[in-house]
């Protein structure tokens, strides 16, 4: 059974750190790039950043550039982004997924490439 189980959300105040995880389960994780994506209420589903699986070349929205940042255990099946420097209208429910590319050699936040999703963390931050 595939699962992608994310982990790691919360409350902070704006300005703080969050570390979110991801573990995943049932499929050949080196043959998948990691994306992670986030929704806030009333807005469309947003791509945050992925990461790939032959260099770990990662990408990240603009609007995250600079205060995230994301890295891969292979031999734990885990992701992790960092979130650092957090801002209110960074809250949503973030959720990780995995996307068949074996060998990428280009990576993208394109939602509906994305082959499985887990459930989504919530994360919120204060003013």
């Known amino acids: 059974e595939v699962q992608l189980q994310a982990s790691g959300g919360g409350f902070v105040q704006a300005g703080g750190s969050l570390r979110l995880s991801c573990a995943a389960s049932?499929?050949?994780?080196?043959?998948?790039?990691i994306g992670w994506f986030r929704q806030a209420p009333g807005k469309e589903r947003e791509g945050v950043s992925c990461?790939?699986?032959?260099?770990?070349?990662?990408y990240h929205h603009n609007s995250v550039r600079g205060r995230f940042t994301i890295s891969r255990d292979n031999a734990k099946v885990t992701v992790y982004p960092q979130m650092n420097s957090l801002k209110p209208e960074d809250s949503a429910v973030y959720y990780c997924?995995?996307?068949?590319?074996?060998?990428?050699?280009?990576?993208?936040?394109?939602?509906?490439?994305?082959?499985?999703w887990g459930q989504g963390t919530q994360v919120t931050v204060s003013s």
């Open positions: 049932g499929f050949t994780f080196d043959d998948y790039v």
């Open positions: 997924a995995a996307d068949y590319v074996p060998g990428a050699l280009t990576i993208s936040t394109v939602a509906r490439s994305y082959d499985f």
């Open positions: 990461i790939g699986n032959s260099d770990g070349s990662t």
